[in-house]
T-cell receptor, first 111, second 110 residues
Framework: KAGVTQTPRYLIKTRGQQVTLSCSPI?????VSWYQQTPGQGLQFLFE???????NKGNFPGRFSGRQFSNSRSEMNVSTLELGDSALYLCASSLQGIEAFFGQGTRLTVV | SQQGEEDPQALSIQEGENATMNCSYK?????LQWYRQNSGRGLVHLIL?????REKHSGRLRVTLDTSKKSSSLLITASRAADTASYFC??????????FGPGTSLSVIP
């Protein structure tokens, strides 16, 4: 079956702009999590959704938001982009929040 | 601070040797997982060990968990050049948050 699909793969944005990233989980998976990966901070948990409800949220400012749709697809949005938001954003899906399957990520560069 | 801390940060070994990585964590966990990441791509799930398990095997991988010491180790036996990657431990806490450690960068020299 198809894996986790993240779009777009690469993105370049200007400071102050906003961005929306998309994640399509594995069919049947209802849990979707988002992570930010940077060389300095490593892998940091952003949020986790299950059946359209946010179950957990990491320590990120309110500029970072997300949502999950009824078909389990998820989007995350970052508003008022800052240079420090440049990172690899990873999405993972799982059946019940246990074993997570990751997408290839979206590489966001803020200039 | 990170929940999971891998040790060492970087490891370089010859092909055929065994590689051992350690992970320590701070709070109570429901399970601990190990992942591999190649060159900044997506993570690949390797193995999950639950808090009531002490050891688990999967192919050339062996994971141990010591909840009294809040630590886990990942052993890769008979390493191959293709094992070159970054390895992360991730803990799911009793508050249901998943926290990754900073990772161990493994280089296997042919």
């Amino acid at each position: 079956k198809a894996g986790v699909t993240q779009t777009p793969r690469y993105l370049i944005k200007t400071r102050g702009q906003q961005v929306t990233l998309s994640c399509s989980p594995i069919s049947g998976h209802r849990s979707v999590s988002w992570y930010q990966q940077t060389p300095g901070q490593g892998l940091q948990f952003l949020f986790e959704y299950f059946s359209e409800t946010q179950r957990n949220k990491g320590n990120f400012p309110g500029r970072f938001s997300g949502r999950q749709f009824s078909n389990s697809r998820s989007e995350m949005n970052v508003s008022t982009l800052e240079l420090g938001d440049s990172a690899l954003y990873l999405c993972a899906s799982s059946l019940q929040g246990i074993e997570a399957f990751f997408g290839q990520g979206t590489r966001l560069t803020v200039v | 601070s990170q929940q999971g801390e891998e040790d060492p940060q970087a490891l370089s070994i010859q092909e055929g040797e065994n590689a051992t990585m350690n992970c320590s964590y701070k709070t109570s966990i429901n399970n601990l997982q190990w992942y591999r990441q190649n060159s900044g791509r997506g993570l690949v799930h390797l193995i999950l060990i639950r808090s009531n398990e002490r050891e688990k095997h999967s192919g050339r991988l062996r994971v141990t968990l010591d909840t009294s010491k809040k630590s886990s180790s990942l052993l890769i036996t008979a390493s191959r050049a293709a094992d070159t990657a970054s390895y992360f431990c991730a803990t799911r806490t009793s508050y249901d948050k998943v926290i990754f450690g900073p990772g161990t960068s493994l280089s296997v020299i042919p």
